[in-house]
């Protein structure tokens, strides 16, 4: 009898072990995310934060560092449509988990030496600049900026140039992915001698300039408008510019140059009529889906939003195909003075903007 009592408690005490074991391991994985982020279960408006063994900057794949590190907390916590932004004084990452209508969650992140912290709060569409739009911008009143300031118009140009790094900077911060700028239009030829060499040359120089940029900052750069037109050694600037920023991964930066909507329709008309003249393809071929494969823009996402600066309100021929749905914001800046804060408002506008594009809301 004492035999078989040792036996039962030695059964009872190696099931005590085995519970013992089996009890922590379900937990591990929650207690571990827990405890690395230095914070409770379902707790989502504490600071969280863990010693990296390297800075996030000087890793080889900063992104994805970023990601995984999300994705754990997101898993954990059960937060969907997560922003991030980053402190404007440390990275300069900003990512976005998934589109939607609306971000419900906003995530922080800081770094300061080896530690990045996530600051993860409830957010809503105005603080988080939740919808982040393709955007386009008509860049106006560079020459009236410099007059008013006593200055001849070419010097508005050389600030406005200065200012479209700026805010391709800021854009992507916000989480901007595609940017385009109209710079010279198939208009702008009609201006004086003077004043188009002049932009012709600044043009010339920003495409240096531009290039060097790109590479810091990943931009993808692409020009649209009608090539032909301009010299060639600025033709092979724009080639030598695209093929070296084709493979980056940052901002998707359009430039307009020589550039005119209705020129840009008539020459994709001429290609469809060029096509089925040599019986490439047939009349039930032409879709508007074909039909854009055909214009500048090809492989671009329509612009959700269009900004024009110095208070003008009219398109000026720019896009007429792709602006079909695109919201507007005019604003009375001159584009040198065009800002960040600005760019934010413009955005704000657009999140309170209901986009139906022909239908009627559900009631």
């Keep these: 009898m004492e035999h078989i009592m040792k036996k039962f408690l030695s059964l009872i005490l190696t099931v005590a072990m085995c519970i013992s074991i089996i009890i922590p391991a379900a937990a591990s994985e929650a207690d571990e995310v827990a405890e690395m982020y230095e914070m409770e279960a379902l ?27 999300l994705q754990i907390i997101e898993d954990y916590f059960g937060l969907q449509n997560v922003y991030i932004h980053t402190e404007e004084e440390s990275t300069e990452f900003v990512y976005e988990k998934q589109y939607s209508e609306k971000y419900t969650d ?32 008509i860049l106006d009143g560079n020459g009236r900026w410099a007059k008013s300031k006593g200055m001849p118009r070419n010097y508005g140009h050389v600030q406005g140039a200065k200012n479209v790094e700026v ?28 004043e188009v060499d002049a932009l012709m040359k600044l043009l010339r120089n920003y495409m ?18 009608d090539k032909t037109g301009l010299d060639e050694d600025i033709r ?17 930066f359009q430039i307009a140059l020589n550039y005119g909507g209705r020129d840009e329709i008539i020459r994709a008309v001429k290609k469809a009529a060029g096509r089925a003249a040599n019986g490439e393809i047939a009349e039930e071929d032409i879709t508007e889906d074909y039909f854009s494969s055909l214009l500048d823009t090809c492989g671009l996402p329509e612009p959700d939003l269009l900004i024009r600066t110095c208070n003008e309100q009219r398109i000026s021929n720019f896009l007429l195909w792709q602006l079909a749905y695109t919201e507007f914001y005019f604003t009375p800046l001159a584009w040198p003075d065009f800002s960040k804060e600005e760019l934010a408002k413009a955005v704000e506008a657009y999140n309170h903007r209901d986009r139906r594009y022909g239908r009627i809301e559900e009631e």
């Excluded at 240096?208 to 408008?225: D, E, P, S």
């Excluded at 092979?236 to 940052?250: H, P, V, W």
Aim: net charge negative; with cysteine; hydrophobic share 30%.
């Design 167 to 194: 805010i391709c900077e800021e854009a992507y911060k916000m989480g901007i992915q595609y940017l385009t700028v109209y710079a010279f239009s198939t208009e702008n030829w009609n201006r004086p001698k003077d």
């Design 43 to 69: 707790s989502i408006d504490e600071l969280i934060s863990r010693d990296l063994e390297e800075p996030y900057s000087e890793r080889s794949n900063y992104r994805e560092a970023v990601e995984e590190d």
């Design 208 to 225: 240096k300039t531009c290039l060097a940029t790109a590479k810091k900052n990943r931009m993808c750069v692409r020009v649209l408008g």
């Design 236 to 252: 092979n600037r724009i080639a030598q510019l695209e093929e070296a920023t084709k493979d980056n991964d940052g901002l998707h």
């Design 106 to 137: 906003f995530i922080k992140v800081s770094q300061d030496g080896e530690a990045v912290t996530f600051d993860i709060t409830e957010g809503d569409c105005l603080n988080t600049l939740c919808m982040m739009p393709d955007g386009t911008i």
